[in-house]
């Protein structure tokens, strides 16, 4: 199982721990340079204060050195060298306990400290230079350096001074002079730095560690506040909520969609709840009544009037119920995506005439009319049985609610090879929000005025067969109470030049009929 807080803290461990070594190996390498320049500062300055003891008097080369003054390169352990040659190669000077050259003859006129290793592995720092040693007759000790390579010294030669006399100049010499000291107290220091610098990246990581995990610790708690809200909400409940007071930004929008999810949740508990309880309702009239059929029929055995009354009446039962039960498990299988469609094309405007056929008893009852504005194109590629189911309910629940003595237009419209059915019919003002519930099952306006012969699942139906159809069904009323029934997104199954163009009538106003309320 992953966790978040693992995961943060490896993540925010490693990326600490980085950033330390990274630190630390710049600083040790900082602070390495810096020894190593100090160092060379000091060794170079030994050199010139070295090189200077060496004099050219009268073309003799003299070294001002006394070894008890001078006891770094007379002590017997670690000692300092210095080493002289001139510029041919020659030797002319080295430190008694020097027992190999500081320098090959490649490197005599190198400038620059570097290191060298001694035969027996001791490591020594070494600076070097090559100047020119001139006579202290001619220039007052001066000593100048060379600026490129050693050159071989001149025989002596003959100037005239001021006074126009002549004196003798004796030859001046290129010298190289060398000076190392032991790298030991350097190679101590920066290995004690090094020690210094790895123990304390390794307590600063150990504390950033202790740091990071107390900071996730601390920074999911608000999440772990959230989650103790979500184990204790209890679908039912309207004060149980996540508060969001005091929520980070992060996690507000969770706990919003946690929220928003429970509602949906008793949402629908709640429509669950009343679908079992309509149905239970939908179902006890009709076995209270073959009941009592049954009373009747055990008493009266030998009325052959009454008992053929009987079945008829159980006939009537039995179907009533079969309707509700055929419709409850269409709209199952419609929920649950299991009910199959079958491509086919029909006529809208012939199904509505056949249609209204098998309503026409009824509606001649209430004094109902229908009249349809049909489109010479009005032929639709869809399920044709499923089509019937919705245009069938739409039209029985126009007569069931419409108003008396009133007349139910449908009207067919065709534009850009987009077909739409629309049924209106005057009817009781309704609500807003019973135009939002007209397709819930079972709902009704006015349970007082339910009627025996419709469960309230016909718009239902209408909904969940045109859902299944790629349709949308729309429900509204106007000002002059007119109810309508719009269905749309039928594909047209003829092309021609009217529909590539687009033109097509204009939707009529309906003026007729009904006030609905789930036919069955």
């Known amino acids: 199982m992953s966790s978040l807080r693992l995961r943060l803290a490896i993540v925010l461990t490693i990326g600490f721990s980085a950033l330390i070594l990274t630190t630390g190996v710049l600083v040790f390498r900082s602070v390495q340079t810096h020894a190593i320049c100090e160092f060379d500062k000091n060794l170079v300055s030994r050199l010139m204060e070295m090189s200077g003891r060496v004099e050219n008097e009268k073309g003799e080369i003299q070294l001002d050195y006394k070894g008890h003054h001078n006891p770094e390169f007379e002590r017997e352990q670690f000692p300092s060298h210095f080493q002289i040659w001139f510029a041919n190669g020659e030797e ?34 070494v600076a070097s230079r090559a100047y020119t040693l001139r006579d202290d007759g001619d220039q007052d000790d001066a000593v100048a350096a060379t600026e490129g390579g050693v050159a071989v010294s001149s025989d002596a030669v003959v100037s005239a001074n ?7 100049s004796y030859p001046s010499y290129q010298m190289v002079f060398a000076v190392a000291r032991g790298r030991e107290g350097l190679d101590r220091m920066l290995a004690s730095m090094q020690q210094m610098v790895v123990w304390s990246g390794i307590v600063a990581a150990l504390l950033g ?45 969770i706990a919003n969609q946690v929220n928003a999810l429970v509602e949906r949740v008793e949402t629908a ?66 929920a649950n995506g299991r009910e199959p469609t079958i491509g086919g094309t029909c006529q809208l405007g012939t199904l509505l005439a056949t249609i209204w056929q098998r309503h026409q008893a ?62 209106g019919n005057q009817a009781e003002r309704l609500p807003e ?35 299944r159809l790629g349709l949308t069904v729309e429900f509204a009323q106007d000002d002059d109470n007119c109810f309508e029934v719009t269905v749309r997104g039928f594909q047209a ?14 939707l009529p106003d309906l003026r007729a009929n009904s006030r609905t309320g789930n036919d069955s």
């Open 362 to 423: 009824q509606a001649k009852q209430r004094d109902l009319r229908l009249t349809v504005q049909p489109h010479e194109h009005d032929v639709v590629a869809t399920d044709c049985d499923k089509l019937t189911l919705i245009i069938d309910n739409l039209l029985g629940n126009a007569i069931c609610y419409a108003n008396e003595g009133t007349t139910i237009c449908a009207s067919i419209v065709t534009r850009a090879a987009q077909t739409r059915l629309r049924i």
């Open 209 to 253: 560690l202790a740091f990071v995990f107390f900071a996730v610790q601390k920074g999911l708690r608000p999440l772990r506040r959230m989650e103790q809200q979500v184990a204790q909400l209890t679908p039912g409940d309207p004060e149980q909520r996540v508060t969001t007071e005091h929520m980070p930004d992060e996690l507000a929008p």
């Open 92 to 125: 002319l000077y080295r430190s008694t306990r020097l027992g190999h050259d500081l320098l090959a003859a490649e490197l005599l006129g190198t400038t620059q400290p570097h290191d060298h290793v001694l035969p027996g592995g001791r490591r020594l720092r």
């Open 162 to 168: 001021k006074k126009g006399k002549q004196s003798k």
């Open 433 to 467: 929000h019973a135009l939002r519930r007209l397709s819930e099952p079972f709902w009704r306006l006015d349970e007082a005025r339910a009627s025996v012969q419709h469960a309230g699942l016909g718009l239902s139906v209408v909904g969940a067969l045109a859902l």
């Open 269 to 334: 508990m709640r429509r669950e709840r009343s679908f079992t309880g309509n149905v239970a309702h939908e179902l006890r009239t009709p076995v209270s009544e073959l009941a009592s059929l049954a009373q009747v029929a055990g008493r009266w055995p030998d009325d052959k009037l009454a008992v053929q009354r009987f079945f008829g009446d159980v006939e009537s039962i039995s179907r009533r119920m079969q309707a509700v039960i055929s419709n409850m498990l269409l709209l199952a299988r419609c």
């Open 493 to 506: 199954a003829l092309a021609n030049s009217d529909l590539a163009s687009g033109s097509a009538p204009d």
